[in-house]
C-alpha cells in the first residue's frame, strides 16, 4: 500500500503560480505511475496530469498543457505539479493519485490510492 498526502495548495491570483507536492510513504513509491485530478463544485473529478513509474511518459489534458508540468523524485518520493498562467477555471480540489499499472496511456490507467486533496483558488 501507499499513503499520499498532497500540500502547496492556496489562493493565487489569475496569472499566478503554484507548485503542488505529493508526498508518499512506503518504499515502492518508483513502482506507481501517479496521477493528478482536481474536481471543482458540481463537476466531475478529472484526470489533469499523469506520469509513468519511471518518468519517461507523461499526459496532461487539453485544458492545462503548456501551463502545468508534472514531475516525480522518486528518491523523495515525491510527485510535483507546478502550475503556471492559472486561471479562473483551475479552481478545485486537487487530488494525487497512484497506479500499479505500468503498460499502455498513462491516460487511461485505474488508480488504487487517494490523497486527501488540497484547495487551489484562483481569483479573477
Known amino acids: 500500500q501507499v499513503q499520499l498526502v498532497e500540500s502547496g495548495g492556496g489562493l493565487v491570483q489569475a496569472g499566478g503560480s503554484l507548485r503542488l507536492s505529493c508526498a508518499a510513504s512506503?518504499?515502492?513509491?518508483?513502482?506507481?505511475?501517479m496521477g493528478w485530478f482536481r474536481q471543482a463544485p458540481g463537476k466531475e473529478r478529472e484526470l489533469v496530469a499523469a506520469?509513468?513509474?519511471?518518468?519517461?511518459?507523461?499526459y496532461y489534458t487539453d485544458s492545462v498543457k503548456g501551463r502545468f508540468t508534472i514531475s516525480r523524485d522518486n528518491a523523495k518520493n515525491t510527485v510535483f505539479l507546478q502550475m503556471i498562467n492559472l486561471k479562473p477555471e483551475d479552481t478545485a480540489v486537487y487530488y494525487c493519485a497512484a497506479s500499479t499499472e505500468v503498460v499502455g496511456p498513462v491516460r487511461l490507467y485505474n488508480y488504487d490510492y487517494w490523497g486527501q486533496g488540497t484547495q487551489v483558488t484562483v481569483s479573477s
Open positions: 512506503g518504499r515502492t513509491f518508483s513502482a506507481y505511475a
Open positions: 506520469i509513468s513509474w519511471s518518468g519517461g511518459r507523461t
